[in-house]
């Protein structure tokens, strides 16, 4: 076992985390995919845990399930750390959801759109 594996072992999840369950952008889906950064190719100063998403996210795109499993993280503190990585400039996270333009917020549907999508779908 290398240390950092034996790092990662011995720290408990809310220690990785600041005790922190969720962050300003930690809702991410499981699907989202994360792009590493140029800003994360050095990775100094980062926790072990940080490293390997870097690590991982250096091959491609990867989806934070993935890379949950992959570190035998709890999901919760998998996008936390995720959430904190992206903050610091070190990686991108695309999601589906869409995003207005105009303010950088997802919309939200009202039920009056859903019920004009729903009509349209019927009458075809």
Do not use: C
């Not at 408990?12 to 600041?18: F, S, V």
């Not at 994360?34 to 996210?57: C, D, F, N, W, Y």
């Not at 503190?77 to 995003?99: E, Q």
């Amino acid at each position: 076992m290398s240390e950092s594996e034996f790092e990662t072992r011995t720290v408990r999840p809310y220690a990785l985390t600041g005790g922190r369950v969720r962050s300003e952008r930690s809702d991410y889906p499981i699907e989202a995919l994360v792009e590493m950064l140029p800003a994360g190719v050095s990775g100094q100063g980062l926790t072990p845990e940080k490293r390997a998403i870097l690590q991982h996210a250096s091959h491609g795109y990867i989806s934070i399930a993935e890379l949950s499993a992959l570190l035998h993280l709890p999901l919760g503190v998998t996008r936390v750390v995720v959430s904190d990585l992206a903050d610091a400039g070190f990686v991108r996270v695309h999601t589906s959801t869409p995003v207005d333009t105009t303010t950088g917020e997802s919309p939200a549907l009202s039920l009056s759109v859903l019920e004009s999508v729903l009509n349209g779908i019927s009458a075809l």
